[in-house]
């Protein structure tokens, strides 16, 4: 048996807890009772396991702890928590009335986007382990990702849903009626399920490198983190949805200018969708 190292596992395993905790909590909750209330802390449940997500990959790089087990726990978490989470917290959200078309037709997008989500992680998986003795296509593969992140995907689903409850919206539009309001989301949970699997690039922020002053750093990264934890806990509908969808949309807008450039120019070459022969 090959070795399981625990540090990287135990943070995965934190993450899972989040996203089991969202899907249990909402499951005791009433239909459309609470929704605002119960969007919010599931999204915050959903930003730490984005967090735990981020961090005990880095973690097992830096100790080099990194194993199959932890490849695959990983994954499994990651369906939990950003595959079936926010479909559970999208349907229990709106107060359908069962055996009606439009109950039929959010169930429907939830599993497509559940679906999608799956597939997207083993497409991952198995493209990780096609590159993995070939440095230069390991470096390619980690400049961008094919098809939407899972944990991006999660987000954009659930800030969409707690912006349209929240007070915010209400004050700035007039309320979206009941049925507009579940035909909007479950199109917006197609959407993001397509772009999981679809074959357009989205940037990879762990190749983000930036040459600045040290000191420059530091005082960015404490500005940037008091805008972030304000914004968190007075605007967090406005900032979560700010964040996910335009990390969706920067990524459509490349792949587009890169479509249109064309293959012979050097524009965005890193966004050059997939084509099926590397499936």
């Given at each position: 048996m090959r070795q399981i190292y625990l540090i990287p596992n135990i943070i995965t395993a934190f993450g899972l807890s989040c996203?089991?905790?969202?899907?249990?909590?909402?499951?005791?909750?009433?239909?459309?009772?609470?929704?605002?209330?119960?969007?919010?802390?599931?999204?915050?449940?959903?930003?730490?396991?984005?967090?735990?997500?981020?961090?005990?990959?880095?973690?097992?790089?830096?100790?080099?702890?990194?194993?199959?087990?932890?490849?695959?726990?990983?994954?499994?978490?990651?369906?939990?928590?950003?595959?079936?989470?926010?479909?559970?917290?999208?349907?229990?959200?709106?107060n359908l009335e069962h055996a009606s078309g439009l109950s039929f037709f959010a169930v429907v997008g939830a599993m497509l986007y559940t679906i999608c989500g799956v597939l997207r992680l083993v497409r991952f998986n198995v493209?990780?382990?096609?590159?993995?003795?070939?440095?230069?296509?390991?470096?390619?593969?980690?400049?961008?990702?094919?098809g939407l992140p899972i944990p991006a995907a999660a987000a954009g689903a659930v800030s969409v849903n707690l912006f349209i409850n929240s007070i915010f919206f209400k004050e700035w539009f007039a309320e979206m009626p009941h049925v507009a309001k579940t035909i909007v989301l479950t199109c917006v949970m197609i959407v993001i399920g397509y772009l999981m699997i679809c074959k357009w690039k989205f940037p990879s922020l762990?190749?983000?490198?930036?040459?600045?002053?040290?000191?420059?750093?530091?005082?960015?990264?404490?500005?940037?983190?008091?805008?972030?934890?304000?914004?968190?806990?007075?605007?967090?509908?406005?900032?979560?949805?700010?964040?996910?969808?335009?990390?969706?949309?920067?990524?459509?807008?490349?792949?587009?200018?890169r479509l249109i450039a064309g293959k012979k120019s050097k524009t965005l070459v890193d966004f050059e969708p997939e084509s099926d022969d590397k499936e």
């Open positions: 996203g089991l905790f969202v899907v249990f909590k909402v499951n005791l909750s009433m239909p459309g009772a609470g929704a605002y209330e119960l969007l919010y802390s599931s999204a915050l449940l959903l930003l730490l396991a984005a967090f735990a997500d981020l961090l005990d990959g880095a973690v097992a790089r830096i100790i080099r702890a990194e194993s199959e087990f932890g490849v695959m726990f990983d994954s499994l978490a990651d369906t939990i928590s950003f595959g079936v989470a926010p479909s559970v917290l999208f349907l229990k959200s709106l493209r990780v382990q096609e590159v993995k003795k070939d440095k230069i296509a390991m470096l390619a593969h980690k400049k961008s990702f094919t762990k190749t983000l490198h930036v040459r600045v002053p040290s000191f420059h750093l530091i005082l960015f990264t404490v500005l940037l983190a008091i805008f972030i934890l304000y914004g968190i806990f007075y605007y967090l509908p406005i900032v979560l949805m700010i964040g996910s969808v335009g990390y969706i949309l920067t990524g459509c807008v490349l792949t587009i200018i």
